[in-house]
């Protein structure tokens, strides 16, 4: 049987339509189909049927409709294996279906597919699977259901992503040279969709291509005008300066004659080296200039959070005096920069009463998707009395430009989806999507998404010592011998008095915490910091998570008396530490204080004192910490301080050579202590060997990366489980792998994206050819990269003499590939290949000599 779902509900036995029963019954196949092999809760599958009022014989009448349909099933599929069943299946129902019999499916191989050709350059390639992805279609999705005013997302979804599949088969028909072909298909598109940037300037460079200047400049008035009058938006600044160049007759926009032979469309004169093609990116043109192409080495892909801001000042000034209106624009211009900084965002500028923020740039940070939310509700809240605010928040993949100077810019669809959000949110409202839902783990939301798509924020919980980490239950795997040295420290510190420091140095997910956690269920009192990227705390949130942990602000006083009895010291112990206790106060160090509270609180029982993550902690935590080392008592106090290896680029000689303080490094789990943990995860599934391969070899040795991938491969809803042998990289993986690329220095990091498209084993003259870089400078930025455990020596080449070079994880290798914009990405192949074809002739013709 084969369902089809891309036009009008369909059902085919062989070449035979199967009759279907009504409208309720089509509806819950469609709705089945489009969840395909996931469960289904009836509490869903009941609001999609009836989404405003439910009636009382709501539940029997869809037990109707899936006896029913069971009954279509059996009748035309039989039992074969692989013939579609509707099984009952708790909280409610799964349609298990061959993927290869759902036309939808078929779209989506063919789609990812086709961008696969596009991003290799592969252009001609890449308009033909993506036609035939297209030609899958025979009207709207699911049309007959959605005429009896069925409105699901699910629609609108999949609809979205067809104008995106368009739009990637008109990039690579443009790059074909085939622009007098698309005219008409863009014109009636763009009638439809006025607002999407991109197909506007792929039509604007189509017109462009056919000598219609003046039509071309038209398309952008009439795109500008509906963007300024409808959303208060300027275009993007690539369809600008598309404009400009179409003004300018930009040669960069023509066809090369070497073009016009091949049918391939390239940038610049001579035939030789391939270069990229003119393409319209989302959602705009591609930045293009007279004499040189943009400096692409600036612009990448990333993972970013998108806040967009819209304030509805007129309400708040009154009669709409200029200036009243003007005086609560600055006042909400200033606090939306101030959340946003603090938190870590940029503020990427406004338009009218619309502001916008990122999140991840140029810096990516893990929990780059909870310091968007937070903001959006730290400005919603305190612009409550200023004016009414509509807020949206998305998380996903954008185009970013790092210029050397000025603020980062990001376009691509995620920006659309933002502005939806935004002009879908109640006033006094933050709407997020669904990515960003998932991983702002501290942010309260409302139980149920909005029925016009996201969700709605409710407040944040305070990011304080243990509130601020919610740990899932990871088995205790490799890590036996850390815990018996940190026990053992504990026990000599009990036994002889003495304080103790230790280090425990770990790359984000290798189990620092999961560590310390099995220390801290002793019976010994502990007192647990941890420092955070951004925040209110300025850095002291250690210090100030440990007080807290003593006692609360109002009762310190009353606290420090029953420690130290009432007098002088406990003045002072409250005089120090008061300022650490109260929220918003200033600090005031007082070291001398500080270390007398933690050995006067030892002195009565030995403790723990837990600080975590102090790469995040400021200088005066880590001088005190340093200096409570070298002056602390002699008193049963464990000191453990967790950090990623950046804490020892800031302190080189972080507690070096003390003898009362050790260092514990984390490395990554063996093959063994991998699968081990895997298998403890995955207790109830049974995977193909390729896939256990694949999970074992993308978790790296990370415990963090195991339990994620778990934890998708466990998903139902994961597409990866059609191929076994190509993982979706998680999106909390992706975070911790792109925030260790982005502390690497700018240049650096270069030239790790030039060898992560060289090869599997690179040299410093293939990754200089890939780069156009200087040979010396390469060979020193790779030395430094395995320095930092990117890199792994191979040994030297036995034909060149030259060091080669290996991927310590093929995971970071294929993050790294994934950031780089296709056109830049497809140029770099094609040097790397012809950097090795060259090397293939030396070597012969040196061997045949």
């Known amino acids: 049987m084969r369902f089809h779902l891309l036009g009008s509900l369909e059902v085919l036995d062989g070449d035979s339509p199967v009759p279907l029963g009504g409208v309720k019954q089509r509806a819950a196949l469609g709705f089945l189909l489009l969840q395909a092999n996931r469960v289904v809760a009836t509490s869903k599958l009941l609001q999609a049927l009836w989404p405003r009022d439910v009636p009382p014989t709501a539940r029997k009448m869809l037990q109707n409709a899936v006896s029913g349909l069971r009954g279509v099933l059996t009748s035309h599929g039989g039992k074969p294996e692989g013939a579609p069943m509707l099984l009952t299946h708790a909280p409610g129902y799964l349609l298990r279906v061959d993927q290869n019999s759902l036309d939808l499916s078929r779209f989506q191989q063919l789609t990812e597919q086709g961008r696969g050709e596009l991003a290799e350059g592969n252009w001609a390639d890449a308009a033909k699977v993506l036609r035939g992805a297209l030609g899958l279609w025979r009207g709207p999705v699911l049309a007959d259901l959605a005429e009896t005013g069925i409105n699901w997302p699910e629609l609108t979804a999949i609809k979205d992503w067809k104008l995106a599949v368009q739009e990637d088969c008109f990039e690579a028909e443009l790059a074909c040279g085939r622009h007098g072909e698309i005219i008409g298909e ?173 999140f991840g740039v140029p810096r990516t940070a893990e929990d780059d998707a909870d310091r968007a939310v937070r903001a959006s509700v730290a400005i919603r809240d305190r612009l409550d009395a200023v004016a009414e605010v509509q807020i949206g928040v998305a998380t996903g993949d954008a185009l970013v430009r790092l210029p050397s100077s000025g603020a980062p810019t990001a376009s691509g669809v995620l920006l659309d989806q933002c502005r939806q959000l935004m002009a879908l949110a109640p006033l006094g409202a933050v709407r997020a999507c669904t990515s960003t839902r998932d991983a702002a783990d501290s942010v309260l939301w409302e139980a149920d998404g909005a029925p016009t798509g996201g969700w709605q924020a409710i407040s944040c919980a305070p990011r304080r010592g243990a509130a601020r980490r919610v740990q899932a239950a990871v088995p205790f795997v490799e890590r036996e011998r850390e815990l018996l040295v940190l026990q053992g420290l504990l026990d000599e510190v009990r036994t002889r008095r003495r304080p103790h420091f230790v280090t425990v140095l770990g790359e984000a997910g290798m189990g620092k915490t999961r560590l310390v956690n099995e220390l801290a269920t ?20 250690p210090l100030t998570d440990v007080v807290s942990e003593f006692s609360s602000f109002p009762t310190l006083r009353a606290d420090l008396v029953r420690l130290v009895g009432a007098g002088e010291l406990a003045d002072r112990l409250h005089a120090s530490l008061a300022c650490l206790a109260e929220p918003g106060a200033e600090v005031r160090p007082d070291f001398p204080a500080w270390r007398r509270f933690l050995e006067e609180v030892a002195e009565s029982e030995p403790l723990i004192v837990l600080l975590e993550d102090v790469h995040w902690a400021n200088d005066v935590v880590l001088d005190f910490v340093e200096e409570l080392g070298e002056h602390a008592g002699s008193v049963p106090l464990l000191v453990i301080a967790t950090a990623r290896p950046e804490l020892l680029q800031r302190r080189p000689s972080w507690f070096g050579g003390k003898r009362n ?44 990366f195991a339990t994620e991938y778990a934890g998708m491969v466990s998903d139902p809803r994961t597409p990866c489980l059609l191929n076994d042998a190509s993982l979706p990289v998680p999106p909390s993986v992706r975070g911790v792998v792109t925030t260790q690329l982005d502390s690497l220095p700018t240049e650096v990091k270069a030239v790790l994206q030039d060898a992560a498209l060289t090869g599997d084993l690179v040299s410093p003259s293939s990754v200089a050819a890939t780069g156009e870089r200087a040979a010396a400078e390469v060979a020193k930025a790779l030395e430094l990269l395995e320095q930092r455990d990117f890199l792994r020596r191979q040994g030297r080449n036995s034909e060149t003499g030259e060091i080669e070079y290996g991927f310590r994880h093929l995971l970071v290798r294929d993050v790294v590939a994934e950031q780089i914009p296709r056109a830049e990405r497809a140029s770099k192949h094609e040097r790397a290949r012809a950097w090795l074809d060259r090397l293939t002739l030396d070597l012969t013709d040196r061997r045949a000599g």
């Open 186 to 358: 863009l014109e009636s598109l763009t009638e439809l969709e006025p607002y999407r940037e991109r197909l506007g300037g792929q039509l604007m460079l189509a017109l462009y291509r056919c000598g219609r200047q003046v039509d071309a400049l038209s398309v952008y008035r009439r795109t500008r005008a509906a963007l300024v009058a409808e959303l208060g938006l300027e275009p993007g600044r690539e369809l600008q300066e598309l404009e400009r160049a179409i003004l300018d007759h930009t040669p960069a926009l023509d066809l090369p004659s070497s073009v016009h032979r091949r049918h391939l469309l390239a940038v610049g004169q001579d035939p030789a080296p391939v270069r990229a093609p003119v393409v319209i990116t989302r959602p705009a043109a591609e930045p293009v200039a007279p004499a040189a192409a943009p400096d692409l080495a600036t612009a990448e892909r990333k993972l970013v959070s998108v806040v967009m801001v819209s304030a509805q000042l007129g309400l708040a000034a009154g009669d709409g005096d200029p200036e009243d209106v003007d005086a609560v624009h600055q006042e909400v211009a200033s606090v939306v920069s101030a959340e946003v900084a603090r938190l870590g965002g940029v503020v990427g500028g406004s338009v009218g009463s619309v502001f916008l923020a990122l």
């Open 522 to 541: 002793s019976r010994t009192t502990a007192f647990r910091g941890t420092a955070t990227a951004f925040g209110d705390d300025d850095g002291y949130g």
């Open 661 to 704: 303080a050790t260092t514990i490094s984390l490395e990554p789990l063996s093959h063994n202590g991998t699968r081990q943990l895997l298998n403890s995860l995955l207790q109830t599934r049974e995977l193909s060997a390729e896939l256990w391969q694949a999970l074992v070899s993308c978790a790296s040795g990370n415990p963090l």
